[in-house]
C-alpha cells in the first residue's frame, strides 16, 4: 500500500512537468521489495521504501530513504531536519 502511495504521487508530480524523463521510468521509482526490507526487518514490522526521482534542477536523481515502523506514527528527516 506504501508504494502505490508514493507511485500516485510521483506519477502526479511527473505529469506536473516536476520531474525529467519521457516516460515515468525514467522520471522516477520507488521500490519496496525484499531487497529493500529485509526478513529481520519484516519480523520487527519494518518496511523500508526507496524513492528516487529525477527533479528538473539538479539534473541527477534524489533518493530518498524512508521507514515505516509498525504500531509509530512519527515524522523526521529531510534537509536540515525539515520535514
Known amino acids: 500500500m506504501t508504494q502505490v502511495i508514493h507511485e500516485t504521487i510521483q506519477c502526479a508530480l511527473r505529469r506536473e512537468g516536476a520531474f525529467q524523463g519521457k516516460t515515468p521510468r525514467k522520471a ?6 525484499k531487497e529493500t526490507t529485509m526478513q529481520n526487518d519484516i519480523n520487527l514490522g519494518i518496511v523500508n521504501i526507496l524513492v ?26 529531510g534537509i536540515d531536519g525539515i520535514v
Open 52 to 77: 528516487g526521482s529525477a527533479p528538473l534542477k539538479p539534473s541527477e536523481f534524489v533518493i530518498i530513504k524512508m521507514q515505516q515502523i509498525a504500531g509509530k506514527i512519527a515524522a523526521w528527516g
Open 28 to 33: 522516477y521509482f520507488v521500490t519496496c521489495d
